[in-house]
């Protein structure tokens, strides 16, 4: 179990307090005492191993090394996901894949066939299950959950950008070179629709914002799993030609 515990800079003091979901997490989950070796990350790429000096019942105090702090990169490249939100559960999950797999931000599309429409409090409470998935898999910079989008303001960040976009699609592949675009983009844009589909005019739409297809197989995936399977494969190609 994760010994890495979430902690929002500025951190300018030896002793830190660790308050909140995350003191939960260290008292109740790790039932951590005095003297127990931690790692915090301040969620914009800072980590630094600490140990805990005091303990309250809803609180932890923890002295931290600045000579073990350490700077991780932002992944490469930025990988936006503009996606119509799936129900319940499967959003969890899919947070946390996007999360693993280095996306930067996630951006819940509205579009004509959405089902889900999330209200910012319900946003809020998915904003723990990014920092799960931090503590989880290493990652120091947390993914940034953007406001809730039409396909037509997404569609126009393509415009003013200099941005790779792909969209997934059930009938068509783009029959491009993707590697060698992938090697040329620091940014991409992955565009997923809702299960019932793009309508005819969004998937117009979206072409006319110079944005590719890309077919992922013979069989129709579930919203969460697409934009997954879209993420891993076009960080694996970026991957494979930087090696």
């Known amino acids: 179990m994760s010994k890495r515990f979430y902690l929002e800079g500025p951190w300018n003091d030896p002793v830190l307090e660790i308050s909140g979901q995350e003191a939960h997490h260290l008292l109740h989950v790790m039932r951590a005492g005095v003297g127990e070796d931690v790692e ?74 959405s089902t889900v429409s999330p209200r910012e409090a319900k946003l809020d409470k998915h904003r723990q299950y990014i920092i799960d998935a931090c503590k989880q898999s290493g990652r120091n910079h947390l993914m940034k959950i953007a406001d809730l989008q039409s396909l037509e303001e997404v569609c126009q960040e393509i415009r003013l950008t200099e941005t790779l976009a792909i969209y997934g699609s059930v009938t068509e592949g783009s029959g491009m070179p993707l590697q060698e675009r992938l090697q040329a983009s620091s940014r991409i844009l992955v565009m997923v629709g809702p299960e019932g589909g793009w ?45």
């Open 40 to 113: 915090i990350f301040d969620g914009a790429g800072r980590s630094a191993s600490g140990s805990v000096v005091a303990l309250s019942r809803k609180s932890a105090q923890v002295e931290w090394n600045p000579e073990t702090a350490l700077l991780q990169d932002m992944p490469k490249p930025v990988l936006v996901l503009a996606v119509a939100l799936p129900k319940g559960d499967r959003f969890r999950w899919l947070i946390e894949k996007a999360t693993e797999l280095g996306v930067s931000e996630l951006i819940p599309l509205q579009t004509t066939r």
């Open 199 to 243: 309508t005819d005019d969004e998937e117009e739409l979206i072409k006319a914002h110079n944005s590719f297809p890309m077919h992922l197989g013979q069989f129709v995936l579930r919203t969460e799993t697409a934009a997954v399977a879209l993420c891993a494969t076009l960080m694996g190609l970026h991957g494979e030609g930087s090696a």
